[in-house]
């Protein structure tokens, strides 16, 4: 993983008299924003690219997709994005000063397109290990996915709202939704790993209990989507006088 740096976007006054002085623009304490700006060192960029994608993400799709028994159609749906993020990787491994701000855009793409890829590899483990026949699973697959993607980032959202020092006995709004979405990640799991005294072929249901952890645990990587999209605003503004 690479280091972090502090990006330098250009310092705006907000109002002190009520609250915490807020970025200009957006509904973020100044101060907690700006800690969130950051852009990611040079020296760390080529092995961190080269690990997500030439290591991590190779391997852990390559395989499934190519495993008894080979199905076409998932070859069809995984193939594509992986060669883009590989040579995306490869672009960053040998251009990292000039793509260094890129790799933050890089970073939130392969959190969509890594944890999107694993629901895929689910459900070549459930339809053709298990088994399985009913469209449900997937609906009901995809539909938790959505749902707990959507919950993590309203409450990074939110946490990225709140002050960057609380006072003590505060509570904060977004925990809540943080307990929702470990509720809904955890039962989802232990759904999974139900099949297992259903079907008796463990292994298959081992491996999509890996796999939905995999594809929660990136979830992390999705909100430097956010992060890039305003770097870009702040970089692209024009300086007062």
């Known amino acids: 993983m690479a280091n972090k740096q502090r990006s330098k976007p250009s310092v705006h006054k907000g109002n002190t008299a009520a609250g915490p002085v807020m970025y200009e623009g957006t509904s973020y304490p100044k101060e907690t924003f700006e800690n969130y700006l950051v852009i990611y060192a040079l020296d760390g ?3 961190s690219a080269g690990t997500l994608v030439l290591f991590f993400l190779n391997v852990f799709l390559l395989i499934p997709i190519f495993s ?3 199905q076409a159609l998932y070859a069809y749906l995984l193939l594509p994005p992986l060669a883009v993020m590989n040579l995306w990787a490869i672009a960053l491994i040998a ?3 000039r793509l260094q701000l890129n790799y933050v ?3 939130g793409v392969f959190g969509l397109v890594c944890s999107a890829s694993f629901m895929v590899v689910i459900q070549k483990f459930a ?13 009901g697959s995809f539909a938790v996915y959505f749902f707990a993607l959507s919950q993590y980032v309203r409450f990074r959202l939110q946490k990225l709202k709140q002050p960057s020092q609380h006072k003590k006995g505060e509570k904060s709004n977004g925990m809540p939704i943080a307990t929702l979405t470990a509720i809904t990640g955890g039962a ?3 759904a999974n790993i139900s099949l297992a005294f259903v079907t008796q072929q463990t292994v298959a249901v081992v491996l999509i209990c890996v796999y939905i952890l995999l594809a929660f645990v990136v979830f992390h990587f999705v909100m430097d989507l956010h ?12 300086k007062s006088v």
Do not use: D, K, Q
């Not at 339809?127 to 609906?139: D, F, M, R, S």
């Not at 992060?227 to 024009?238: A, C, S």
């Open 45 to 47: 960029i080529r092995l």
């Open 68 to 70: 008894v028994p080979f």
């Open 95 to 97: 251009f990292p000063r």
């Open 105 to 107: 855009l890089f970073r």
């Open 127 to 139: 339809y053709e290990a298990l088994g399985l026949t009913t469209p449900w699973y997937a609906i």
């Open 188 to 190: 989802y799991l232990l």
């Open 227 to 238: 992060r890039y999209y305003w770097l870009r605003r702040v970089m692209n503004r024009p």
